[in-house]
């Protein structure tokens, strides 16, 4: 093949390239191979994973912790199993971009090898899903998708390339002779508010007496975290992150309480039912929200919502107020604002400071009648082990639940860690690996730990020899309780004789796997075991396994939302 032409896979590779494409994730199957031809000749890295899922997650998690796009590339039958990739970054909006090398264009629709709509499948899950149809517009179509990813609300998208045009040739400067004629990203469009609508936000906040912000997703993807701090610590006002996201703001910053959910953090409880007026910046009202409703929101309080696109205001149509504004814009306009509300700050610090001793005396009363090791003290101890700066990493249901408590309690006592990651808010078991090894990658000299239920990494651990592949020691703790707990518990009380059923799993020896493989595993039966076994799997400078048996308890956000017997869900 000469110089002046390139495979179809190999134009792929190049326009990938030229947005500026860092990584990309596959299981290499036959129908990519010219696109990875084109990604080994220009150099860009390419992680080989055991499962096409793992790939997805993989990107999900590099985007998550980059917030840039992430490449998962896929062959036919390897599409349907990064499905659930798709969801969960859809979950996350996170902007990854799933290529799939699919059947040959030419007898579309005749049976051919592999053949799926893989279109038709990945549209309710992605914000554009694409089949690319002539190889003159590769450039045109990756373009396209690359807009949709980070315009507005980021999310995944989905380009199909069929095999036939994966192989044709195409002139090295295909689609480059009409506009726009350069192939590099541009800057993501930002949406700044109109001033005869924000001046009515800003003066309900201004004559409000207690105020409350309720920051999501949006304020992550648009990087406004520290202005939301610095904003709303210097005014006063009281922040709560939606449940199901990756942390905004570290734990010190003196504004940020915790989650925005009753169970997980009950002072959240009082401050938004007392508040007059409550900010959902970047966030959706969606089921975490009671869909804007009381008894969350109560009907007497203004309830307003900020949102960079349009797409996520139509989400939010039940609120009293609505901004099309991009966060970081608005945030710089309400840190204008004459008011202040120290003392209504400082009452959500006490009762910060009161929940937090409830459960440190609660835990002491547990270690007292027990001898297996509580979920939340496992948490609490090995954050213990932590440094400021580390990572921290949760999956699973139970112990999904309970770590969000003990991040919240370590923060509380001083521990600032870099970032928090965690299944979104479709509550997709097995991403856990997948998350730690992307923050790893991009904070090699920090410590990265996961909390990982047992059933959690049943569903997605086959992607720790990745860990091994690219080099990257975390440190799995696994809280084994010997079953899928959380769904036990929802069961033997929803069941009329109160018993469980096809939850458990028996014993696994999960630190032999990771000895096995070549890491560091050690089983840990007590309390006082676990703080030198942590010790020694973060020295040990393999991928390590911390196999805790501990309780299973319930955590109070099951347990509240499956008390009754006609309840079939925790939503």
């Known amino acids: 093949m000469s110089d002046s032409r390139l495979r179809g896979g190999a134009l792929l590779a190049h326009?990938?390239?030229d947005k500026g494409v860092e990584r990309v994730f596959t299981l290499a199957g036959g129908f990519c191979n010219p696109a990875l031809e084109g990604f080994m000749e220009l150099q860009l890295p390419v992680v080989n994973c055991p499962h096409e899922q793992v790939a997805g997650h993989l990107a999900d998690g590099h985007a998550r912790v980059t917030r840039k796009p992430t490449v998962c590339l896929v062959g036919p039958e390897g599409f349907a199993n990064a499905v659930p990739a798709m969801l969960e970054a859809g979950g996350e909006?996170?902007?990854?971009?799933?290529?799939?090398g699919s059947s040959t264009l030419k007898r579309q629709g005749a049976g051919g090898f592999k053949e799926i709509d893989d279109v038709a499948i990945a549209a309710p899950l992605v914000k554009y899903s694409v089949q690319i149809t002539d190889g003159e517009r590769i450039r045109e179509f990756v373009d396209r998708?690359?807009?949709?990813a980070t315009s507005g609300y980021p999310g995944p998208v989905h380009i199909s390339l069929p095999v036939d045009i994966m192989f044709s040739s195409f002139d090295h400067d295909a689609g480059l002779n009409e506009r726009p004629y350069s192939t590099v990203a541009r800057p993501a469009l930002k949406a700044w508010p109109d001033p005869s609508a924000l001046e009515p936000v800003?003066?309900?906040?201004?004559?409000?007496?207690?105020p409350v912000l309720i920051a999501g997703h949006g304020v992550w993807w648009s990087g406004a975290e520290q202005a939301l701090g610095e904003v709303c610590t210097k005014l006063g006002i009281p922040i709560y992150n939606v449940p199901y996201h990756q942390k905004l703001l570290q734990e010190n910053c003196d504004a940020y309480m915790g989650l925005a959910d009753f169970h997980q953090y009950a002072p959240s409880k009082p401050a938004i039912q007392e508040a007059d007026v409550v900010v959902m910046l970047g966030g959706r009202l969606d089921n975490q929200m009671n869909f804007g409703n009381p008894p969350f929101f109560p009907a007497t309080q203004k309830l307003i919502c900020v949102n960079g696109s349009h797409e996520e205001l139509e989400f939010n149509r039940a609120a009293d107020g609505l901004l099309l504004s991009d966060p970081g814009a608005f945030l710089q306009a309400l840190g204008s604002i004459e008011s202040r509300w120290p003392t209504w700050l400082d009452v959500q610090k006490e009762r910060r400071a009161e929940w937090v001793q409830q459960w440190l005396t609660?835990?002491?009363e547990e270690e007292r009648t027990h001898t297996q090791l509580h979920p939340l003290q496992l948490s609490l101890d090995v954050q213990a082990q932590l440094q400021d700066q580390d990572w921290l990493v949760f999956d699973g249901g139970n112990t999904h639940f309970w770590s969000e408590i003990g991040a919240n309690i370590a923060g509380f006592n001083g521990l600032t860690l870099s970032g928090i990651l965690h299944p979104g808010s479709y509550s997709l078991l097995g991403v856990g690996v997948s998350l730690a090894?992307?923050?790893?990658?991009h904070h090699m000299d920090k410590n990265v730990v996961l909390i990982s239920g047992d059933g959690a990494f049943l569903s997605g651990g086959l992607s720790i020899e990745t860990a091994f592949q690219e080099n990257l020691p975390i440190v799995v703790v696994i809280d084994n309780n010997g079953g899928l707990d959380c769904i036990s518990q929802q069961q033997e009380r929803l069941f009329a004789n109160g018993s469980h059923f096809a939850t458990d799993f028996r014993d696994i020896p999960f630190h032999t796997l990771f000895e096995g493989l070549g890491g560091f595993g050690e089983l840990v039966e007590t309390r006082e075991q676990l703080a030198p076994a942590m010790q020694r799997a973060m020295a040990s400078g393999k991928p390590a396994c911390l196999n805790v048996k501990c309780r299973g308890v319930i955590s109070p956000i099951v347990a509240a939302t499956s008390d009754k017997r006609d309840k079939a869900s925790i939503e």
Not at 202 to 210: V, Y
Not at 437 to 441: E, G, I, N, T, V
């Open 145 to 148: 998708a690359w807009m949709a």
């Open 93 to 100: 909006r996170s902007p990854v971009i799933f290529v799939t």
């Open 362 to 364: 609660h835990l002491e």
């Open 437 to 441: 090894l992307s923050a790893k990658a």
């Open 15 to 17: 326009a990938l390239k």
């Open 202 to 210: 800003l003066q309900a906040i201004t004559a409000a007496q207690k």
